[in-house]
């Protein structure tokens, strides 16, 4: 006995947009010899925002029918982005439940970005400032990352907000505790207007206008501050004769050899013994390397960029400032933040992506130079934050990397500092583009002004349509003191990064997509051209369509892309780049490879875009980051990380397995 029921659904997979309508048709054929009547229904998590026009439909024998099932997901967060299955069952009446046909589907719900924002009170009063909150509501299906920032009229106010750049999960709300600062009133009420600007990429920004009240300083305040400031002369003049007396008496007492600052602003020093410098980790490195292996794609272009503004106004940067913060004037490197700071790095694999509360790292794969235990919180839906303690402060370089056998991606969306702790967040997302829970590596590095070591620069990519451009000067270093700069090439997603000085044929280079979107960027080749490094770098979307994006690149040689040489805390670092994609096993060899251990590193290709990169000698902790190189639209991650070696997956745009070229690193913490 034949089927009596056929059911079947066209097309079987959906796409729609929040507030909009999709409909896909149930056929079914009654292959029966009697009349009959068969009741549709819709199963799954779609079932509130789906409809059925014919709840029942009536079927002569060898007769077909339809039924037109329409998906309208609201638009708001209870119709999440991404795909969600559904499932249509058809009950025949007359053989009852137990001959029911259920047919399976995926509708697809395009994401929605909706933020909502409110700011109370509208009014603050006080006379050295006010405070208020910003209430913020996620409205829309996917994570959010945010970013706040006020201006007002005379540039006269002040402003700060904790957070500055909080993410959103779906559905969520927080209130960001913002202070207004403002100069001191004397004698009369003054009341200063400002708005504030609540951004969102995809979204369009939320202007908020507020205003502060002040008050004039109360007299009592200003007769204390009299009092107070009348003391101190006076203290002041009757211990000034008595200065040189005091300096012998420490000199003859403490044993302690003092001298008085002999400028402004310069502080005493002590005299006694240095510390020695660090010994570098792991050893000399490999001295003296032929160039046998294949250099890294076409030699660079020679084209340079011209001398534009460090940023661009309005420009989002990681940590919420605008324009060149570094304060560097002419001849000072690019990035420095002043004296000479011992750098700080960090390394972490976020090894629970679905837990619901902050959690340690396995304290084998992080590292922080501070000693503390970094920690990762899960914010939403392949939403994560990445909290680096004692390491916060302006400026840096995040790369991030996905872990694991599937075809998932991770981008950087912000980072910034938050009090003494570095913030980095972390979004990760499907083949096709959907917020998705998944393993990853990430890195966070500041240069200071003593590493000049060895070549070495990063910078972030913050103006993506500009054609050429100086990145924020916070956010790039260069270790011979110069600045970077970036053009864009004449194709969409497709830029030359301009590294003066540095110009090699060697080193390695790896690259991050940037911001709220799933876009992926890679490096398509790397070389000198005169005295300067030009990299070239490619960004498309989940489909491979070339797009304009943000992103972050470092370039090192003979180094690890987090610390310099001969410090400590130092690494012992390993970097390759595979340049025979769809050979079974070779030996990597030339300028392009490095090894703190001197042992070389080979590559084993075991199926279609999955590899083994072993580095001898160099461990099984510590932290792997991975970059797809070369002029097409692949994209790869890391799988796993041993003594055995190191996995590489790499996949084209759907998240098919692709042979592809590729450049990856690995590094340990030395404490």
């Known amino acids: 006995m034949g089927v009596a029921h056929r059911v079947w659904l066209d097309p079987n997979r959906v796409k729609v947009e929040p507030g909009q309508a999709a409909t896909c048709t149930v056929w079914i054929e009654n292959r029966s010899d009697v009349v009959e009547q068969y009741d549709v229904e819709v199963l799954g998590a779609s079932g509130s925002w789906a409809s059925v026009d014919a709840r029942s439909v009536a079927l002569f024998p060898n007769a077909k029918g339809s039924a037109t099932v329409q998906f309208h997901p609201p638009r708001t967060w209870q119709a999440p ?8 069952r058809v009950v025949p009446r007359s053989a009852g439940p137990g001959a029911s046909v259920v047919e399976e589907g995926i509708v697809d719900v395009a994401p929605l970005v909706a ?19 910003v209430r913020l509501s996620n409205t829309g299906n996917v994570a959010t990352p945010v970013r ?6 005379e540039n006269a106010l002040s402003f700060s907000f904790k957070p500055s750049h909080p993410v959103l999960a779906a559905g969520a709300g927080i209130g960001v505790r913002m202070r207004v600062g403002a100069p001191t009133v004397l004698r009369l009420q003054e009341s200063r207007s400002f708005e504030v600007v609540v951004e969102a990429q995809g979204a369009p920004a939320v202007r908020l206008p507020g205003s502060l009240r002040q008050h004039p300083v109360p007299a009592g305040k200003l007769a204390k501050w009299a009092a107070a400031a009348t003391l101190a002369l006076l203290a002041l003049a009757l211990v000034r004769p008595h200065v040189g007396d005091i300096l012998q008496f420490f000199r003859g007492h403490a044993g302690v050899a003092l001298t008085q600052a002999t400028s402004p602003g310069q502080p005493s020093t002590q005299t006694g013994g240095q510390p020695s410098g660090g010994q570098q980790p792991g050893g000399q490195p490999p001295g003296g390397q032929q160039s046998g292996g294949q250099q890294p794609g076409a030699q ?14 309005g420009a989002a940067q990681p940590g919420g400032q605008t324009g060149s913060s570094s304060g560097a004037g002419p001849g000072a490197k690019a990035g420095s933040s002043g004296g000479a700071k011992p750098q700080v790095w960090a390394y972490v694999w976020a090894n629970q992506p679905f837990a619901t509360s902050c959690y340690t790292p396995s304290p084998t794969y992080q590292f922080n130079t501070s000693g503390a ?5 899960r914010t939403g839906t392949g939403a994560y934050t990445v909290n680096l303690p004692n390491l916060g402060g302006p400026g840096g370089m995040v790369h991030v990397t996905a872990y694991g056998g599937g075809s998932e991606s991770c981008n950087v969306s912000s980072w910034w500092p938050s009090g003494t702790t570095q913030t ?17 590596t990430a890195t966070f590095t500041r240069a200071t002004a003593g590493d000049t070591s060895t070549s070495y620069a990063y910078l972030w990519a913050d103006q993506p349509s500009a054609t050429s451009y100086t990145p924020s000067r916070a956010y790039q270093w260069n270790s011979n003191g110069l600045v970077d700069t970036i053009t864009h090439d004449p194709g969409v997603g497709s830029y030359v990064v301009h590294l003066p000085g540095l110009g090699a044929a060697t080193g390695h280079v790896q690259v991050t997509s940037y911001g709220a979107s799933s876009e992926h960027c890679k490096v398509v080749n790397w070389g000198p051209s005169g005295p300067e490094e030009q990299v070239r770098v490619s960004c498309v979307t989940v489909s491979g369509a070339p797009t304009d994006t943000r992103f972050t690149m470092t370039y090192a040689a003979g180094r690890s892309i987090v610390s310099p040489d001969g410090t400590h805390p130092g690494t012992l670092t390993g970097y390759a ?29 075991s199926a279609v875009g999955t590899y083994v990169v072993t580095f001898p000698s160099l461990g099984a902790d510590g932290d792997v980051q991975v970059t797809a190189y070369g002029a097409g639209s692949s994209y790869c991650k890391v799988t796993n990380w041993s003594p055995a070696g190191v996995g590489v997956r790499c996949f084209s745009p759907g998240g098919s397995p692709a042979d592809s070229y590729y450049t990856v690193t690995i590094m340990r913490g030395l404490g």
């Open 424 to 440: 980095v967040n972390v979004l990760c997302f499907s083949a096709g583009g959907v917020p998705v829970d998944t393993y990853f």
């Open 81 to 88: 982005a991404g795909s969600t299955p559904f499932a249509v």
């Open 115 to 133: 933020v909502e924002a409110a700011l109370a009170p509208q009014t603050s009063r006080g006379w050295l400032g006010g405070r208020h909150r």
């Open 577 to 605: 780049w595979a340049y025979q994609p769809s050979t079974a096993s070779y030996a990597l060899t030339g300028a392009y490879l490095f090894n703190d251990a001197g042992s070389g590193a080979t590559i084993s290709r």
């Open 373 to 377: 235990s970094n920690a990762v919180c």
């Open 148 to 153: 706040l920032s006020a201006s007002d009229p």
């Open 300 to 313: 660079a272009s020679g084209s340079t960029a011209g001398d534009s503004s460090s940023q661009q106004p």
